[in-house]
């Protein structure tokens, strides 16, 4: 059993917007602190969107800030990533992350792949005219 499925992605027109669901299966997503992270072809992965337990801290990489917006729907067991004005350096593959404990430096430790312990297999996104 797959513990973190992405669905959502897809081609889409510069301008467009995709919604990306990250569901999780065999754990309570409410308990766990969410990223999403993105991987371009030639590039290292990135963190780009973090929403912590209890949602009282959310942060973004600059690059997407204003554009992107990670939420919770705790009664599908979902988290989301609402992407808007997409740009073709958007394109990449898009994986969502779970983790129990964050522990201090919130702020900086989410970009941090190695303290989440569930990941998505990733969803393909593309911006392409």
């Known amino acids: 059993q797959v513990p973190l499925v992405e669905t959502g992605g897809g081609l889409v027109q510069p301008g467009g917007s995709l919604r990306l669901s990250c569901t999780a299966s065999g754990f309570t997503l409410r308990n766990y602190a969410i990223a999403w992270f993105r991987k371009a072809p030639g590039k290292e992965r990135e963190g780009i969107s973090f929403i912590s337990i209890g949602d009282g801290q959310i942060y973004y990489t600059d690059f997407v800030k204003g554009r992107f917006t990670i939420s919770r729907d705790n009664a599908k067991n979902t988290a989301v990533l609402q992407m808007n004005s997409l740009k073709p350096e958007d394109t990449a593959v898009y994986y969502c992350?779970?983790?129990?404990?964050?522990?201090?430096?919130?702020?900086?430790?989410?970009?941090?792949?190695?303290?989440?312990?569930?990941w998505g297999q990733g969803t393909q996104v593309t911006v392409s005219s």
């Open positions: 992350a779970a983790a129990g404990v964050v522990g201090s430096g919130t702020s900086w430790i989410w970009r941090d792949s190695s303290i989440y312990e569930y």
